[in-house]
């Protein structure tokens, strides 16, 4: 008898596991696509979830792509041969590279999860009071597309004022505007078509959008101010004057002061920030944030190009408030840093980046009313009022002018470069002198990796 | 040992009532061949009776009431063979250990197999061999085995090794075998660490306490593990008590490691680095700056200095020996054993002790293990093993995933950042902190080692893993019995990694501790129905089973930062900063049986099926079957044959059959959302994974053909050919970064390995004083890729630098071709098309000279330029006993594989592009270009170098050809006969040297891949020792 109860056990044991979902098993920190977009809530998360593939990695808006354009540009320069941001600098850049595969992977990823919470937002039901704030979601969704394609082709192809045949064939990035298929793989656009995508998904973003203050995400006037920036990029420059003064004229930005312009940079959602990602103790990029780069102690790998023109106008213009945010830095790569990111809380990862900013607009306005015949000088003057003490207002401006305020305006936030180059204008690079504006190194290589899947497809930019 | 209970009782049973009135009475005395003691509690049983006794303490007997009819006595005792002697008055019996015969019952899947009836292909590793390498069992199996290969990854101690058994039969999902421990399959490559440092799970299962380890490699052998055998099954059994005396053991060893190949990396002494900073800095002068040779020259007399600490000296300090000294290692061992006819036990403790080369790195294990087995009634046996193991690492990150990069405040890199005409200690004795060329590295003797103060940055773990195994047989009438297992393998591992706020990484943090908690609970439960049954000549058994994994693993993580001091690393020292936790969950259930036939020991057949599904795999993919048939063909039982000694044993065999593997990701098939992104002070979702509800197994498909020859009963040859085709490959297929996902998990693509093993072992010669015993092993192997999707190549690896092509090996090397210096421009050259195969090109008709030519690396195409994979490997064992000494070395040797040398990329082909980060490789001095003419081998450095000759190509592939001594070890038994049963004294040398290398100044041990990394080398080790037994 004990045998055969003993033998009952057994079977009894076997048939105890043979439950039918013991085979399902469910990850503790996420949930099926199809689970996960279902509430305004939700969408929120995933809109804030661009935000998050942004801010945390290599080449985002809160690490080396806030200096992209002052390493590639003439008045900033890596000390340290650390070679992280370095390489932009040095111009020693190849297919084979992190920079440029950062770069695309993080863009492209983050367009990827615009496109997936864009499919999910059919499939939300809202409130009759809910939307407004659902729409404000959708139009930060199609502002973020427009933002992202236009910064991937920034990096990756030439501007189209500068681009000698804006129809031709590869001359775009690759567009992303719906959710692919893992063996979905396509070709570069034009140029055209690239800026056209952006521009339509701008037109698309801005009725939707709320025209509130909204702190760390797009709102209509970041949107308008963005769109000014992309029209600028694409020699409209009658619409880029237009969207410019709209932003212009609504009172809730307002330049910084000659009294408050040293303390902004420490502070978040100042008073010209449009645009700028939050950035916290718990979410950065670790030691590829901007901060890092730009001390003596981090990566020292954007300093002033000492006797560079902007330093030396810096450094003779103290009624400049803006020549006050030079920090000489003593320590492990001592030299001449930037003082705009110099970390929240005692955290010197922790700074938001300002997308775009007022003076950007004012900026846009002068060069755009330059272009078509306006008042360029104005703008410059009520910017100028508010940086140089005791300032008397100028008649006239020039291109150099304008493009000259901006790199003292601007300087470390990722824009010297890209002005000259697209006005068709030469930088003198610290390590490699001159770098015209049809010169190859302007843009990245597309990475290889992602060309290696078929080579017959994606075309790579000329001389890489 | 089982089955000769089993038989002993049957013989019991069968001779109830043989009982006959005339009777005799034996007298006798039961020795060991091996000491000549006499040995208790022997059992003496009369042929064809229940008569029977046991030996008393000085092993005598007595026996009366012998049917007079009886003419045979039999006497067995665990751990010797058992012998028949004819009836005589006084008898006198010497008990030969048996040893050969666990050659003869090996460890197979679910059960034990006759060697002589097993159709399938596998090998036993002796416990002696297990247990001389005392960090891990893994170590044990180089050169020993045919068709195994074990990987190195880093030499610091506790750290993973990976193997391969028959070649690499999966591209992207695990390569590494199934071990199985008492008939519970374990964890092995699951992460249970949090990959900062190279950590082997392995390790915690103490090799002293290992009886026998099987591998099994072909289908026929392995295919019941169906699901996880395609790379192989470890089966491991753990010792068992025997019955009759007890047993005490004790061993120990101790001694010290070095690098086992002292002249690799070792820096340019300080005259040879300041004149290659000069040249570096000169030719920057003139390539970039476009002064003229003498302008440059000046230029770089101005400029060098200020990379030197003290660049007038003659300073010239050594720094190698600041970084790497000698490592020591310490074992002991504790074994008690014995049993009665009911119980036996086994008990086990070790302590293991390592310290690494580099300062601060240490292993160190206490283990304990208690097996007792437990016959309850006659029908029914219990059995418990339970080990307990606590691991305690402690080091430094290190490269172990072969990412890239170095680094800062990793060993090597801080040695090649080290300034030579730095001093190591300043004039008040304390050391120099200033000593590096990058000024983020002060001194190796201010960084290493170092658990707290100002530059400490260390990563230890803290490891506890229980196996836990209970297992119950019954026996059922008709030749049926069943057995169920119930295994629980729990493992935790908490680890920390502190950052001092002074220290390299901590700094920009104000310091930073990293606590992570691992645990890792499998419960496994296994229920067997058996059956044997012999029918005169036809003998079969069999059995079905069901088994069923549950795995769950919890993982929680903190962390601090801003440390208020360097003395305390612990997290409440620091201001809090993350914080997370999750769980993982994986299952599988099987249904599986097996069945095995024999005529006459002459002809044998074999098949075995299971049906697995698990968790990890699409719902539409989910289940599979896997099946097995073989056979055998014992010729040299038949007639024709018998008795000719040249054929004292000659079996063919072969096996057809399948194996799955599964991926090694938990949720590989399901799209998902993740949920624990965050964005300011808000939550955020993004899109986590792709996911395929498709994806299903990855199926290997074995054959195999195998001929076992034993001669004159002194040579053991055995040839096997394999071939296994994996199909449904596991592939994490490379998609565009467009989708979202730089890949997607994909069953595609086909593999084939095949290849022929060899294992030879010889008696050379057997005298009375003097034996001489010479174990070969032999593999030659093929990896190749079939089939790839849609027959595009994929690369893959750090840069791309491997290939997948059809047709080529796996881990091709698939980097631009260098062609060495130019003599006249003292340039690096590639080839820009490398299929072209020349230096010219051709337009409309007209050679180019040199238009296939370049001094740029951004320009030079790529091509395969060798391969990770050996194509011959082995090892060769020879063993020497002259009266009480023992001499044994094993020397292993492999070709056709190369290495990717990761650190040379940094040390020495730098070409100038790391001045003022690291320093240069003693090889390249002397040898790189200065003048025209120059013929070398290294192109002339420029600092900030605009042609990257430095990057990856075939510069930096170095052939692995090698003949390494692994072992010697010398031993001497003591003479002591009293009170002590075996005293031996030995001395042991691990990987002492190499007999040949066709690289210079490098390790050829690297791991699977052919990926040197950067982490600190494999060790030579000296062992002194003692063995001794009560």
Not at chain 1, 299 to 303: I, L, V
Not at chain 2, 155 to 158: A, I, M, V
Not at chain 2, 928 to 933: F, I, R
């Given at each position: 008898m004990k045998k055969i109860y003993l033998t009952g056990t057994l079977l009894a044991s076997v048939l105890f596991f043979s439950c039918s979902d013991f085979l399902d098993k469910t990850p503790s920190t996420s949930l099926p696509v199809e689970e996960a977009i279902t509430s305004l809530t939700d969408l929120r998360n995933a809109v804030n979830g661009i935000g998050y593939l942004l801010s945390q990695d290599r080449m985002t808006y809160s690490a080396d792509y806030a200096i992209y354009a002052d390493l590639k540009g003439e008045d900033f320069k890596a000390l340290s041969v650390n070679n992280q941001a370095g390489p932009l600098s040095r111009y020693t850049i190849t297919k084979n590279d992190d920079i440029p595969y950062d770069a695309y992977y993080y863009f492209y990823k983050a367009l990827a999860n615009v496109n997936k919470a864009l499919s999910a937002v059919d499939n939300i039901t809202v409130a009759t009071d809910k939307e407004a704030e659902f729409n404000d979601y959708k139009g930060q969704l199609y502002a973020w597309r427009a933002l992202l394609h236009f910064d991937l082709a920034r990096m990756f192809c030439n501007a189209p004022t500068a681009a000698s045949d804006v129809d031709a064939e590869n001359s775009g990035i690759v567009l992303s505007t719906e959710v692919y298929d893992p063996d979905h793989f396509a070709a570069r656009s034009t140029l055209k078509e690239t800026y056209t995508q952006i521009l339509n998904d701008f037109e698309t973003a801005l009725p939707l959008l709320s025209k509130d203050i909204n702190n760390g995400h797009i709102n209509y006037w970041a949107g308008l101010a963005l769109r000014a920036r992309v029209y600028l990029y694409n020699g409209n420059d009658a619409l880029a004057l237009a969207d410019a003064n709209a932003v212009i004229a609504n009172t809730n930005y307002s330049l910084y002061t000659l009294d408050n312009y040293t303390k902004v940079w420490s502070q978040t959602y100042t008073s010209e920030s449009l645009f700028e990602l939050t950035i916290s103790t718990t979410y950065n990029a670790q030691r590829n944030s901007v901060g890092y780069y730009c001390m003596s102690e981090g990566?020292?790998?954007?300093?002033f190009v000492e006797g560079g023109e902007l330093l030396t106008y810096l450094e003779n213009h103290p009624k400049d408030v803006r020549s006050e945010l030079i920090n000489d830095e003593e320590g492990t790569n001592p030299g001449k840093y930037p003082a705009k990111y110099p970390g929240r809380d005692g955290n010197v990862y922790v700074n938001n980046p300002k997308i775009i900013r007022l003076s950007d607009v004012y900026l846009i306005a002068a060069e755009a009313a330059l272009k078509t015949g306006g008042d360029a000088a104005s703008y410059i003057n009520t910017l100028r009022k508010n940086r140089i003490a005791d300032y008397s207002d100028v008649n006239t401006v020039s291109l150099d002018d304008i493009l000259f305020e901006r790199r003292i305006e601007l300087y470390a936030e990722n824009s010297m470069a890209f002005d000259y180059w697209r006005n068709k204008k030469s930088i003198t690079n610290a390590f490699v002198g001159e770098v015209a504006y049809n010169d190859y190194r302007t843009i990245l290589p597309i990475p290889q990796q992602e060309i290696d899947i078929d080579p017959t497809v994606l075309i790579q930019n000329p001389e890489y | 040992m089982k089955r000769k209970l089993m038989l002993l009782l049957a013989c019991l049973f069968v001779g109830i009532?043989?009982?006959?009135a005339q009777t005799q009475k034996v007298t006798g005395v039961v020795t060991s061949e091996e000491d000549g003691l006499p040995i208790v509690g022997a059992s003496i049983l009369v042929k064809g009776t229940t008569v029977g006794t046991i030996t008393d303490v000085d092993g005598h007997f007595t026996l009366s009431n012998i049917p007079s009819s009886a003419k045979t006595l039999q006497i067995s005792y665990i751990g010797m063979q058992s012998q028949e002697v004819a009836i005589r008055s006084t008898v006198k019996v010497v008990l030969k250990s048996d040893a050969q015969m666990i050659d003869e019952v090996m460890v197979v899947a679910y059960g034990t197999a006759k060697k002589t009836s097993f159709t399938g292909s596998a090998s036993v590793v002796k416990s002696t061999e297990v247990s001389s390498q005392k960090e891990s069992l893994v170590k044990s199996l180089q050169g020993k085995v045919a068709g195994i290969r074990v990987g190195g990854s880093t030499?610091?101690?506790?750290s993973d090794q990976r193997i391969t058994i028959r070649g690499i039969s999966s591209i992207s999902a695990s390569s590494q075998p199934l071990y199985v421990i008492d008939g519970v399959a374990i964890v092995n490559n699951d992460v249970s660490s949090s990959g900062l440092k190279s950590q082997s799970i392995l390790s915690s299962i103490n090799p002293d306490d290992i009886e026998s380890l099987t591998v099994l490699k072909d289908a026929a052998a392995a295919s019941l593990y169906g699901s996880r055998a395609a790379n192989g099954v470890i089966i491991i059994t753990t010792k068992s008590g025997k019955q009759g005396k007890s047993k005490v053991s004790y061993n120990m060893e101790t001694g010290w490691t070095e690098m086992a190949v002292g002249g690799q990396y070792t820096p340019m002494n300080a005259t040879d680095l300041k004149e290659y900073y000069w040249n570096a800095i000169k030719n920057y002068g003139v390539v970039k700056g476009g002064m003229s040779e003498s302008d440059a020259a000046q230029y770089s007399d101005e400029n060098t200095p200020s990379f030197f600490w003290n660049y007038d000296s003659d300073i010239n300090t050594n720094w190698k020996k600041e970084v790497y000294g000698k490592g020591f290692i310490t074992d002991h061992q504790l074994a008690i054993s014995g049993g009665d006819e009911k119980t036996k036990f086994y008990t086990g403790l070790g302590y293991s002790k390592t310290k690494g080369l580099v300062k601060g790195s240490e292993f160190e294990r206490y283990s304990g293990r208690v097996n007792v087995d437990h016959k309850a009634y006659s029908w029914l046996r219990f059995g418990a093993r339970q080990m307990l193991s606590f691991t305690n690492t402690k080091g430094f990150r290190d490269q172990g995933d072969q990412a890239q990069g170095i680094g800062t405040s990793s060993p090597l890199s801080i040695l090649f950042s080290m300034d030579p005409t730095a001093v190591n200690k300043l004039e008040d004795g304390s050391y120099n902190p200033d000593a590096g060329l990058n000024s983020k590295v002060s001194n190796p003797n201010l960084m290493l080692g170092q658990s707290t103060g100002e530059n400490a940055e260390t990563v230890s773990s803290d490891m506890i893993r229980s196996i836990s195994n209970l297992e119950a047989e019954i026996t059922l009438p008709y030749g049926f019995s069943a057995k169920t297992i119930l295994g629980y393998d729990y493992i935790n591992n908490k680890e920390l990694e502190y950052w001092a706020p002074g220290s390299v990484d901590g700094e920009s943090l104000g310091g930073l501790g990293y606590r992570t908690d691992y645990t890792n609970k499998t419960l496994t439960s296994s229920s067997t129905l058996n059956y044997s049954g012999n029918f005169g000549v036809h003998n079969l058994t069999a059995l079905v089973g069901y088994e069923v994994e549950d795995r769950n693993r919890l993982f929680t993580n903190m962390s601090a930062k801003s440390y208020s001091t360097d003395k305390l690393p612990e997290l409440s020292n620091g201001q809090p900063y993350e914080v997370g936790s999750s769980t993982y969950g994986a299952s599988i259930m099987s249904y599986l049986g097996n069945i095995n036939y024999d005529f006459d020991n002459k002809y044998y057949a074999s098949a075995s099926f299971r049906r697995d599904g698990s968790s990890r795999l699409g719902k539409n993919n989910r289940w599979a079957n896997f099946w097995s048939i073989s056979g055998a063909w014992r010729i040299s039982a038949e007639s024709f044959l018998a008795n000719n000694p040249l054929f004292s044993d000659l079996k063919l065999r072969a096996s057809y059959g399948t194996n799955g593997n599964l991926p090694t990701e938990y949720y590989a098939n399901l799209a998902l959302y993740s949920f624990s992104g965050g964005y300011g002070d808000e939550s955020a979702i993004y899109w986590g994974s792709a996911g395929n509800p498709n994806l299903g197994w990855e199926k290997s498909n074995n054959f195999n053909i195998g001929l076992d020859w034993n001669l004159y009963d002194r040579i053991n040859l055995s040839v096997e050919y394999y071939n296994k085709i994996t199909t449904d490959l596991l592939f994490e297929v490379p998609t565009s970064i467009v989708t979202g996902f730089s890949t997607n998990w994909q069953n595609l693509g086909k593999l084939k390995n095949d290849g022929i093993e060899l294992t030879l072992s010889t008696t050379n010669v057997k005298m009375k004083d003097f034996v001489w015993t010479t174990d070969l092993n032999l593999t030659r192997q093929n990896i190749k890729i079939k089939e790839l999707p849609s027959g595009s190549d994929v690369m893959y690896g750090d840069g791309n630098m491997y290939l997948l092509r059809e047709g080529e090996s796996m881990h091709s090397f698939y980097l631009p071709k260098w062609l060495g210096v130019n003599s006249q421009t003292g340039l690096g050259e590639f080839y820009i098309d490398p299929s072209l195969k020349s230096r010219d090109t051709e337009v409309n008709g007209e050679t180019i000279v040199d238009g296939n030519v370049t001094n740029y690396y951004s320009k030079a195409g790529k091509t395969v330029v060798g391969k990770g994979v050996p194509d011959w490997m082995g090892g060769i064992t020879n063993t020497f006993k002259y009266k009480n000494f023992d001499l044994s070395f094993m020397i292993s040797f492999q070709t056709g594989a190369s290495l990717f040398d990761y650190p040379g990329y940094f040390m020495t082909y730098s070409d100038g592009i790391r001045l003022g980060s690291f320093s240069v490789s003693k090889e390249v001095a002397g040898n790189?270009?200065?003048?025209?003419?120059d013929v070398v081998d290294n192109p002339k450095p420029i600092y900030s170098n605009p042609y990257r000759s430095d990057r990856w190509s075939s510069r930096t592939i170095k052939s692995t050809d090698n003949i390494r001594m692994r072992n010697i070890t010398l031993g001497y038994k003591v003479?002591?006969?009293?009170?002590?049963n075996n005293l031996r004294l030995f001395f042991k040398a691990t990987n002492p040297f190499l007999i040949y290398c066709a690289t210079d100044n490098i390790d050829p041990d690297v791991d699977i891949n052919g990926y040197r990394q950067v982490d600190t080398p494999q060790t030579k080790s000296f062992m002194f020792g003692l063995n001794f037994e009560l």
């Open positions: 990566y020292g790998e954007c300093a | 009532g043989l009982v006959t030499g610091d101690p506790g790189y270009w200065k003048q025209a003419g003479p002591v006969k009293k009170y002590v």
